[in-house]
């Protein structure tokens, strides 16, 4: 059982690696094209994963 979940979350990690690649290279875009408006962009959504990481802090403490 501990196995099939560490081959799932291998798999994950094998697509995380590649979508970060391209979640980078369109932020980068975004700055050569339209630096203000990718900078806005940008504060939304550091906005909400603040919110989302104190969610999960929330999580860690539930037991």
């Known amino acids: 059982m501990k196995k099939k979940y560490l081959q799932i979350i291998n798999k994950i990690q094998k697509i ?33 994963d603040k919110k989302i990481s104190e969610l999960l802090n929330k999580l860690n403490k539930v037991k």
């Open 16 to 48: 995380r690696s590649k979508n970060n690649v391209n979640w980078m290279n369109l932020l980068k875009l975004a700055f050569d094209v339209a630096p203000e408006r990718a900078a806005k962009i940008m504060k939304k959504i550091n906005y909400d």
